[in-house]
């Protein structure tokens, strides 16, 4: 229940978002609309004729399929915000490696210089989180906070004064911060290809070995694998991605692409290879359609629009996923929820002829003729709502396990007696399990065996059966206390 | 370096903004949520930008309510997203606050050219330019922004004085606030509304990213000062306020050196923050570094003393009476602590504990009582340990030798009740 009231209030406050987001449009936004591209404009970014444009999807998607694969190793070994840490951590190597480069060579804007520099402090920032984690009492949350905004901070002092220099021509540095796609050349591109084909290659040859470290670090360890040398492997292939995703998409975004495609896949499938593969799609098609429609549009920011088409994916991920969900879960509990108002019914139902006619079978059928029971008397019975009563009896008629006695009079079907004594069996089976084994008061087991009855399976009834000797496998254990059913009839 | 009254309303403005910062920010310390502060701080672009887009202007309280709005907001997604999809904190945030930034960048520069909203003045802040921007107040100038802080650090104090038990037990214990009627998820609500209109407020002056620093880092230097909440919380504040006063030195005099003009102070008071952070690490008295080094270092040398006070008393024990005294490298070799025992040797003889002459050592009348002792607690250990757990295999001299070195005389007189008062060891040798 508590599930889906979260449901409900995320529903409205997305609600609430959706609203603002639609004033703000009609308020300030709508004086400088978008200027949609015309169909010729569409037509030459879908065939990729443009080649700045080619250069640039082709990078994106490649990037996105490169941050999927890794990101979901990163995700399974629950450090997806080291990474954030590890991006941020990037801005002092940035600006440290073109103030370097201007006082060697005058000219600061060498990408593969300014790159080396992110590695390198990506990779102090790493060593830093895990130094604060080992050596005092604080936990990773706040090693992560301190390095990301220390690290950042180093970053935008040394920005300034990379701006503050004469020579150099700082003014495109900036653009590491938000990225920019849209500039990216040649050289830019095939430098991306590069580095996503090689961390994917890795990806898929070291498949078990990182997912041994990511499930089990200790059972690894004791298998005699070099842990410690795999997570640093694998967070290097992480600083990789991040590195030459900052150009493309900008540090502080460059998390989202190893962070939301896995999450997003995870809502699929349980089985890590087709997470891993989903992920990677969902990557790479984030990054194709974010690059795609920035291309169209030319005031949208790419890197913001290719992890909002991330989101988008993560979102209907979340709603629509296989494995988890919320349209299945959200189907599943209201399956469960349906049945145990059925058995909740068909033991009601069994107590009552219970207490009236005895067990025994001779005589059972005129009895119950006798003895059935209306609406009103059943719906009394428990605290159920009208509604629910009239669902679960109209749908054990229909299964044939209740029949109409007479006009307004319910009583059992062969087969539905058969269920409700399974059903009843179940209930009391665990009742006395409370009562001798957990020392519950036989006054407040009922509530507890109502909660575990409906998920006991074979095997475990077949337990409780071993564990209470007293209780003869086929018979019909006594209740131990006053039924419902009979505190109606006095 | 030239100061001004400007380089003083600077630094009063960047020391409230980073003292209302890092007051909440002991909690999120506490809590395991340090992040939640970075993802709030990310989060709230779209609420600054939607409620710019909305009123038009800069008017700060509508960009409080907007940010306030979009950081509590994200507060409950990932907490919903967390218990909905059984993705981990981390991840679940990591979804949520980049997403919100994207939609923020994007509405940012939709609105970029009729708005004077620029996205790197919100990341790392204007502090430079917070003094040109005053109230007139009793012929006073006063930066606007100095006032919005103060006022942000009147209303955290406020919260943190007025519920200061709450917020100790929800923090510490959140199950047993449940127990006593404390209302665990409010608190957390409140705290996380707070935490983003410390966030806004803080803003204009240090920025989004930088506000990190100020909420998280005083916090978690403070929290390796001292295990008292009282004593973090005024700690963190003076931290706080003195990576301010450091950061904009750091800021007009450290570009100096390089013949540069200044660099930007918000940068510099995360750098001072970080500075202040990497000292605490490794020098903080007792969970430092260096000083749990130290505390190692000091404990070992105490186990080796004792092992040459009670290699000695047996040593004595054993000997027919009159016989030379132990040689001191024969000590040395049997307490296998290397050269860390001459050391200690040294000391021992410098407190009169033990005798040293040309022949080796012995005990004097005062280290022999202490000896006895350390003796009699190791064999009470062993007959206990025997007796009365079962343990008598060949290893329980070794534990006996471990608990020596931490029973006191009231354990001492509690084991020889438990023992049954023996007067032998497991080994039969005589118990002092």
């Not at chain 1, 370097?100 to 990408?111: E, R, T, Y």
């Not at chain 1, 050349?185 to 898929?204: E, H, P, Q, R, T």
């Not at chain 1, 009562?435 to 009855?453: F, K, L, R």
Request: aromatic residues 8%; charged residues 15%.
């Amino acid at each position: 229940m508590n599930g889906m009231g979260i449901m409900r209030r995320a529903g409205i406050c997305a609600g609430l978002l959706v609203i603002s987001a639609g004033r703000a449009w009609s308020g300030g936004l709508a004086e400088h609309a978008l200027e949609w591209p015309s169909g010729a404009e569409l037509l030459r970014v879908l065939t990729l004729q443009d080649y700045n444009t080619r250069v640039v999807i082709i990078g994106a998607g490649l990037l996105g399929l490169a941050a999927g694969l890794i990101g979901t190793f990163l995700l399974l070994r629950k450090r997806a915000l080291l990474s954030d840490a590890l991006s941020h951590a990037t801005l002092p190597g940035i600006a440290l490696a073109f103030m370097l480069m201007v006082a060697i060579w005058g000219d600061g804007k060498h990408l593969l210089g300014l790159i080396a520099g992110a590695a390198v402090f990506s990779v102090l920032g790493t060593g830093s989180v895990m130094l604060i984690q080992r050596h005092s009492r604080l936990k990773d949350d706040a090693a992560l906070g301190i390095v990301l905004s220390v690290y950042f901070g180093l970053g935008i002092a040394l920005m300034g004064l990379a701006t503050r220099m004469e020579s150099g021509n700082a003014a495109g540095l900036s653009s590491f911060i938000y990225g920019k796609t849209a500039s990216m050349v040649f050289f830019d591109a095939l430098l991306i290809g590069a580095a996503a084909v090689v961390c994917i290659l890795f990806c898929l040859l070291f498949f078990k070995e990182f997912t041994l470290v990511c499930f089990d670090a200790a059972y690894a360890a004791s298998q005699g694998w070099p842990v410690g040398r795999l997570d640093f492997f694998m967070m290097a292939l992480v600083v990789v991605v991040t590195v030459i995703g900052l150009q493309a998409v900008g540090l502080i975004l460059v998390v989202a692409l190893l962070i939301i495609p896995p999450s997003a896949a995870r809502f699929w499938t349980e089985r890590l290879r087709s997470m891993l593969w989903l992920s990677g799609a969902f990557g790479a098609l984030s990054g194709l359609v974010g690059a795609g429609i920035s291309a169209l549009m030319a005031n949208l920011p790419a890197g913001a629009v290719i992890v909002l088409t991330a989101s988008l994916l993560f979102i209907l991920s979340l709603t629509f996923g296989t494995a988890r969900g919320l349209v299945r879960l959200g189907l599943e509990r209201r399956r469960l929820r349906l049945k145990i108002n059925r058995e909740n019914l068909l033991r009601e139902l069994y107590e009552w002829f219970e207490t009236r006619c005895g067990t025994s079978d001779p005589g059972f059928n005129e009895c119950q003729l006798l003895n059935a029971p209306g609406r009103p008397e059943l719906l009394s019975l428990r605290a159920w709502t009208p509604a629910h009563f009239r669902r679960s009896l109209r749908e054990l008629q229909s299964a044939g396990l209740l029949k109409k006695i007479s006009s307004d009079a319910f009583g059992f079907t062969p087969e539905g007696l058969a269920k409700a004594q399974a059903v009843v069996r179940k209930h009391r089976l665990w009742e006395t399990y409370l009562i001798t084994h957990a020392d519950i008061a036989p006054g407040n087991v009922d509530w507890g065996a109502d909660e575990i009855e409906h998920v006991l399976d074979l095997d475990l009834i077949a337990t409780l059966e071993q564990v209470l000797t007293a209780t003869r496998p086929a018979g019909m254990p006594q209740s131990p206390h006053e039924l419902a059913a009979s505190e109606r009839n006095v | 370096m030239d100061w001004t009254v400007l380089d003083s309303w600077i630094v009063v403005t960047g020391m409230l903004s980073a003292m209302s910062c890092a007051l909440l920010g002991n909690y999120l310390v506490l809590r395991r949520m340090s992040m939640m502060g970075d993802a709030i701080s990310h989060a709230v672009l779209p609420g600054l930008a939607i409620a710019f887009l909305i009123s038009g202007s800069r008017d700060s309280l509508t960009m409080m309510v907007g940010a306030v709005l979009i950081g509590v907001m994200t507060a409950f997604l990932v907490e919903a997203i967390q218990k909905l999809s059984g993705l981990d904190r981390g991840a679940s945030m990591g979804v949520i606050f980049t997403t919100l930034f994207a939609l923020g960048l994007i509405l940012i520069r939709q609105a970029a050219d009729h708005v004077d909203l620029d996205p790197g003045c919100v990341l790392y802040g204007a502090i430079e330019l917070t003094p040109l921007d005053v109230y007139e107040w009793g012929g006073l100038e006063i930066p606007r922004a100095a006032v919005t802080n103060a006022a942000m650090l009147l209303v955290n104090l406020a919260f943190v004085l007025a519920f200061y038990k709450e917020l100790k037990i929800t923090s510490f214990d959140p199950a047993l606030a449940t127990t006593i009627g404390i209302n665990a998820s409010g608190m957390h609500y409140v705290l996380m509304t707070l935490v983003a209109a410390t966030t806004i407020a803080a803003f204009e002056s240090v920025g989004s990213i930088l506000v990190i620093a100020m909420l998280i880092v005083p916090g978690a230097a403070a929290h390796l000062l001292t295990d008292r909440l009282a004593r973090m919380l005024a700690l963190s504040l003076v931290i706080a306020g003195l990576s301010a006063v450091f950061g904009h030195i750091g800021a007009i005099t450290v570009p100096g050196w390089f013949g540069l003009r200044d660099t930007s102070t918000a940068g510099m008071m995360a750098v001072a923050a970080g500075a202040i952070f990497v000292c605490v690490f490794f020098f903080a008295p007792h969970h430092g570094v260096t000083g749990r080094a130290f505390n190692r270092i000091l404990l070992s040398m105490r186990i080796t003393r004792d092992d040459i006070l009670a290699f000695l008393y047996r040593f004595q024990e054993l000997a027919p009476e009159g016989s030379p005294p132990v040689s001191a490298s024969d000590v040395e070799n049997a307490v296998k602590a290397g050269s860390a025992a001459r050391l200690v040797m040294w000391d021992l003889v410098r407190r009169k504990y033990v005798d040293r002459s040309a022949e080796g050592l012995s005990l004097t009348e005062e280290g022999r009582g202490l000896a006895r002792s350390l003796v009699r607690s190791h064999r009470l250990w062993e007959t206990y340990l025997c007796n009365k757990m079962g343990f008598c295999a060949e290893d329980v001299h070794y534990s006996a030798h471990r608990l020596e070195h931490v029973t006191d005389k009231a354990l001492q007189d509690q084991l020889v009740e438990e023992a049954g008062y023996p007067f032998q060891d497991p080994h039969r040798k005589t118990i002092p």
